[in-house]
């Protein structure tokens, strides 16, 4: 699976009911082999992905995305991946508000 097949896959996967009443946008930029710019907002229970970064963030996740991958794939430990620089989250009180919601944990 590549980031653009995840990314793109999240609203079919997330539940209405875990993010009633959520509201936030996430920016994701993919670097290396699998590049590329993606936005998620949440918003009034339902999910939406495009392709770019649109609107204002409340959390930006930056990442070759390989090792965006290996995380989401369960090959490398999320936390290890931060502390270990290969993830870059200008928000974590965000990231953990919703990591395990969208499958990133």
């Given at each position: ?76 430990n ?9 993830i ?13 919601i969208?499958?990133?944990?």
């Open positions: 699976m590549t980031v653009k097949e995840f990314l793109m896959g999240l609203p079919a996967k997330v539940s209405p009911e875990a993010i009633e009443g959520h509201n936030t946008v996430f920016h994701f930029d993919a670097s290396g082999d699998e590049n590329g710019q993606y936005t998620l907002t949440i918003a009034d229970g339902k999910a939406a992905v495009v392709e770019g970064l649109e609107g204002e963030a409340k959390c930006t996740v930056k990442a070759k995305g390989s090792d965006l991958m290996d995380v989401v794939e369960g090959r490398q999320p936390m290890m991946a931060f502390m270990m620089g290969k870059k989250v200008d928000n974590q009180g965000e990231m953990l508000k919703y990591a395990k969208l499958g990133l944990m």
